[in-house]
């Protein structure tokens, strides 16, 4: 089982500034198979990234992600009133999907 | 348009079972896997099980494998998950998702509680 270790756990931040969120992965990520999620309170996930680095239909293009092998990384440009919400990295490489733990980004 | 919708969720008291279904439209069904995935209240996502497009494998958390079978109707474009000895810890909101990642259903509620 591929473990996704995400930091930090909590990021306060205002609008307006840059967010950097990074995934650690225990072994490497077959062929960058690796998303990332907004989740607010009471709604589902809701897919940005997929492939590592591509964005998901209508997601807007201060949304960013990089990375491969075992670290990838989330990228805020500037952070807009409705970003503030939990992320969570997964990976679907194999059958077995897994998740990170999620990093909350809250209003500083 | 493309979605799921899951149904069946509700209150159930511990060791009983409950059947959760997943109603798939607006693309073909039989081309994709399909993975069930939890979320307890607070906490992350959970992965619980996968039943590829042509049913030829099944694969299950440590959590629920024994207890809760996956398995799909390609006439009707329905997913299902059979849960079986029910626990507290089986609490959850349970999500449906496409193996393409791009396509969640928005969930179903299900409370195990005496």
């Known amino acids: 089982e591929i473990v996704l270790t995400q930091s930090p756990g909590t990021l306060s931040l205002s609008p307006g500034e840059r967010a950097t969120l990074s995934c650690r992965a225990s072994?490497?990520?077959?062929?960058?198979?690796l998303a990332w999620y907004q989740q607010k309170p009471g709604q589902a996930p809701r897919l940005l990234i997929y492939?590592?680095?591509n964005r998901a239909t209508g997601i807007p293009d201060r949304f960013s992600g990089s990375g491969s092998g075992t670290d990838f990384t989330l990228t805020i440009s500037r952070l807009e009133p409705e970003d503030f919400a939990v992320y969570y990295c997964?990976?679907?490489?194999?059958?077995?999907?897994?998740f990170g733990q999620g990093t909350k980004v809250e209003i500083k | 348009q493309v979605q799921l919708v899951e149904s069946g969720g509700g209150v159930v008291q511990p060791g009983r079972s409950l059947r959760l279904s997943c109603a798939a439209s607006?693309?073909?069904?039989?081309?994709?896997?399909i993975h069930w995935v939890r979320q307890a209240p607070g906490k992350g996502l959970e992965w619980v099980a996968v039943?590829?497009?042509?049913?030829?494998?099944?694969y299950y958390a440590d959590s629920v494998r024994g207890r809760f079978t996956i398995s799909r109707d390609n006439s009707k474009n329905t997913l299902y998950l059979q849960m079986n000895s029910l626990r507290a810890e089986d609490t959850a909101i349970y999500y449906c998702?496409?193996?393409?990642?791009?396509?969640w259903g928005q969930g179903t509620t299900v409370t195990v509680s005496s």
């Open positions: 072994q490497s990520v077959s062929s960058s198979y």
């Open positions: 607006g693309f073909t069904f039989t081309n994709y896997g």
């Open positions: 997964q990976q679907y490489g194999s059958s077995f999907w897994t």
């Open positions: 039943i590829w497009y042509d049913e030829s494998n099944k």
């Open positions: 998702a496409r193996d393409s990642v791009d396509v």
């Open positions: 492939g590592a680095s």
